[in-house]
């Protein structure tokens, strides 16, 4: 299995990353089906960094110096998808929902990326339906079944600027935004983009 193209997918219900997956069976026989599901994990040591990056990465890998024991492959997502009848080869679209929720690690890594590429290894399980001479065969997808590849970050951004233009989001408890909503109106903040940028200010640390 070979991931071979990425896309933003522009319609669909959350945000949306298509990967474009062939799936390859070597011996030519026909397959009538594979439910197929897939771990995707990020291995950040497979990149370089430049310094502004670093600086974002802190809150998860911590002081540079520590790197080389922080930065560790760590799980993104997990997908499905059910691959049709084919023989020889097929290309399927396994599409990645993603998230802009920063209490979600792989969201502040990805934020954190000026460019480059993001490295992935997917692996893979699952069921394979084919034919035998009994009727119909069942067969695990080998757990060795993995894929790398190194998703450009442009596509990510641009996924995120389809469906949260120039914006993103904070979860935060019900008791903050009472916090925010009494200081915002206090101060007849306009916005919350304001309201934000007011305590960062009376904190010292305007952006």
Same mark, same amino acid.
């Given at each position: 299995?070979?991931?071979?193209?990425?896309?933003?997918?522009? $319609?669909? *219900?959350?945000?949306?990353? #298509?990967?474009? !997956?062939?799936?390859? =069976?070597?011996?030519?026989l &026909?397959?009538?089906?594979?439910?197929?599901?897939?771990?995707?994990?990020?291995?950040?040591?497979?990149?370089?960094?430049?310094?502004?990056?670093?600086?974002?990465?802190?809150?998860?890998?911590?002081?540079?110096?520590?790197?080389?024991?922080?930065?560790?492959?760590?799980l993104?997502?997990?997908?499905?998808?059910?691959?049709?009848?084919?023989?020889?080869?097929?290309?399927?679209?396994?599409?990645?929902?993603?998230? $802009?929720? *920063?209490?979600?690690?792989? #969201?502040?890594? !990805?934020?954190?990326? =000026?460019?480059?590429?993001? &490295?992935?290894?997917?692996?893979?399980?699952?069921?394979?339906?084919?034919?035998?001479?009994?009727?119909?065969?069942?067969?695990?997808?080998?757990?060795h079944?993995?894929?790398?590849?190194?998703?450009?970050?442009?596509?990510?951004?641009?996924?995120?600027?389809?469906?949260?233009p120039?914006?993103?989001?904070?979860?935060?408890?019900?008791?903050?935004?009472?916090?925010?909503?009494?200081?915002?109106?206090?101060?007849?903040?306009?916005?919350?983009?304001?309201?934000?940028?007011? !305590?960062?200010?009376?904190?010292?640390?305007?952006?």
């Amino acid at each position: 299995m070979a991931i071979v193209d990425a896309q933003p997918e522009p $319609y669909a *219900f959350t945000p949306t990353i #298509t990967l474009k !997956l062939k799936v390859t =069976e070597a011996a030519g026989l &026909p397959v009538h089906a594979i439910a197929l599901k897939c771990q995707i994990r990020i291995e950040p040591q497979r990149r370089k960094y430049e310094p502004v990056e670093a600086e974002r990465l802190y809150e998860i890998f911590g002081d540079t110096q520590r790197w080389g024991d922080s930065v560790r492959p760590f799980l993104w997502t997990h997908v499905a998808t059910m691959v049709t009848a084919f023989t020889g080869e097929t290309i399927v679209d396994l599409p990645v929902e993603c998230t $802009y929720d *920063f209490e979600v690690s792989g #969201t502040k890594y !990805l934020h954190a990326l =000026e460019g480059g590429d993001i &490295p992935l290894v997917l692996l893979f399980n699952g069921t394979a339906f084919g034919k035998s001479e009994a009727g119909f065969s069942v067969e695990p997808v080998a757990w060795h079944e993995e894929a790398t590849y190194r998703l450009p970050v442009k596509v990510w951004r641009d996924v995120m600027d389809i469906y949260f233009p120039n914006s993103g989001w904070l979860r935060v408890d019900r008791d903050t935004i009472d916090a925010l909503t009494r200081f915002k109106a206090k101060r007849a903040l306009p916005t919350w983009d304001h309201t934000v940028a007011q !305590l960062l200010k009376e904190a010292g640390e305007e952006s």
